[in-house]
């Protein structure tokens, strides 16, 4: 999955709570993040890192490669924000573990 990228732009105020954005979501949903970021521009050898958790949906894209796209920005529990795809989403959390730490290819 692409990475999602970090911004500090608000979305703007045409999105309301429970507006809908990208992928069907709407503003004030609770989603599961799954998703790649680059933490660093090295284009030969990027930084990257896994960031996962639940969420909540507060606009479109902001900044990044999905600005404009099917992008939008979501406030991790940690206070933290992201632009991320629609695909990098779900509303039913986190896939199943299996022993060993292993989960099914989705």
Request: glycine share 16%; aromatic share 8%.
């Amino acid at each position: 999955a692409p990475a999602p990228a970090r911004a500090n732009r608000r979305p703007p105020s045409r999105y309301r709570m429970g507006g809908k954005v990208p992928g069907g979501f709407r503003i004030g949903e609770r989603v599961y993040l799954t998703a790649f970021e680059q933490s660093s521009d090295k284009e030969e050898t990027p930084d990257r890192f896994m960031v996962t958790g639940w969420g909540e949906v507060i606009g479109v894209a902001s900044a990044g490669e999905f600005l404009g796209k099917e992008g939008v920005r979501v406030r991790l529990e940690g206070g933290s924000e992201v632009n991320c795809g629609v695909a990098s989403l779900n509303r039913e959390g986190p896939p199943p573990r299996f022993p060993g730490g292993y989960a099914p290819h989705t």
